[in-house]
């Protein structure tokens, strides 16, 4: 069965579901998008490989990454393989050179430890065939209106942090931190590296 590459298009909280947030792959060369619904803490190890903030100590996918390192394995690629009666199913596909190994995961879980070792996520037709939206039908979808913004990004926070001072900036990176709001500290923090 042939493979489609996905892309990562946006990641936000989801209004129809409190504490989980929508991510939304899409179609390398195509239109149709692949919304799936994840975890607050599957969201943020996601966010923070995104946008490449180091922890103060190793999340659980870091970890999965030096415990394989250590054994000499790496990852080749994440495959979302199937979704049944709407839970998705991945596998991680790891190697040592010699023998490859297919490691059963949540799409979360995968697409997390595959930012980590920086490889490609596919899927199968039959998958974007039940599971996946048009990008012109997107807009009629609710959990699609919830992605939107995060896929064509507002201007409004990125405006917001241009008007205040730098002191004021630094105050909210550190509240940020404290809250773990990984993505608004980056985006705090990359205004702060244009002023200096």
């Not at 909280?13 to 975890?39: H, K, N």
């Not at 070792?117 to 996946?132: D, K, R």
């Amino acid at each position: 069965m042939e493979k489609i590459k996905l892309e990562i298009l946006g990641l936000s909280p989801s209004s129809s579901q409190t504490g989980s947030f929508a991510l939304v792959l899409g179609e390398e060369f195509g239109p149709r998008r692949l919304p799936i619904i994840i975890g607050m803490f599957e969201a943020q190890a996601i966010a923070i490989e995104i946008e490449k903030i180091e922890p103060n100590r190793p999340m659980t996918h870091d970890l999965f990454k030096s415990f394989a390192r250590t054994f000499h394995y790496s990852v080749s690629e994440i495959t979302i393989t199937d979704i049944k009666e709407g839970v998705f199913f991945a596998k991680i596909h790891c190697t040592d050179g010699i023998k490859d190994t297919y490691i059963d995961a949540r799409p979360s879980d995968a697409i997390a430890i595959g930012l980590r070792f920086n490889v490609p996520i596919y899927t199968f037709e039959n998958v974007l065939s039940e599971a996946g939206i048009s990008s012109n039908e997107s807009s009629k979808d609710p959990l699609m209106e919830d992605l939107e913004p995060e896929v064509k990004p507002k201007k409004s926070f990125g405006e917001m942090l241009k008007e205040n001072p730098v002191e004021q900036l630094n105050k909210m990176l550190q509240e940020a931190l404290a809250n773990e709001e990984y993505e608004k500290a980056a985006k705090i923090r990359d205004e702060l590296d244009k002023r200096n």
